[in-house]
């Protein structure tokens, strides 16, 4: 399962891929899902501000997605990439809060265990404990 959080820790769209899949090959596809919520009025925001990740999306084909819309990359290198000068530290530390997500979802049986055979009724349970985290 891959999701993409707010920035105050609930879901906002996920996409569930089989077995082992990297994320890098469904960053994309996520980030075209779901909408952030202004502060104020207006249209909910499509792009947000920034993207914390951890060192599974560090990529020159994320890195340049990302840039291409204007968004700020906050993901940490891996040992074999160049180290980037300016990386923000604290706000790579926000990046728990997904893992803290996908503990919360765990919480419930049926997505912790996977009793469903299809994806699309594991879908169907990961929507119903999302919406439950909303209310």
């Known amino acids: 399962m891959h999701l993409r959080a ?9 996409l569930v891929t089989a077995g082992e899949r990297h994320e890098q090959s469904v960053f994309e596809p996520l980030m075209e899902q779901g909408m952030v919520k202004r502060a104020g009025r207006g249209r909910p925001r499509l ?10 999306y560090s990529s020159r ?25 300016d ?17 919360r979802l765990k919480q419930f049986r049926r997505v912790a265990t996977r009793y ?14 999302a919406i439950h985290m909303w209310l």
């Open 6 to 14: 707010e920035g105050g820790g609930k879901p906002l769209t996920f």
């Open 47 to 56: 792009r947000p501000k920034r993207v914390v990740g951890d060192k599974g």
């Open 61 to 85: 084909r994320v890195r340049r997605y990302l840039a291409r819309r204007g968004i700020q990359p906050v993901i940490a290198r891996r040992a074999n990439e160049p180290q980037q000068r």
């Open 87 to 103: 990386f923000d530290h604290t706000r790579y530390r926000d990046r728990n809060r997904v893992e803290r997500l996908i503990n």
């Open 116 to 129: 469903e055979k299809l994806a699309v009724n594991y879908l169907a349970m990961v929507t119903l404990a």
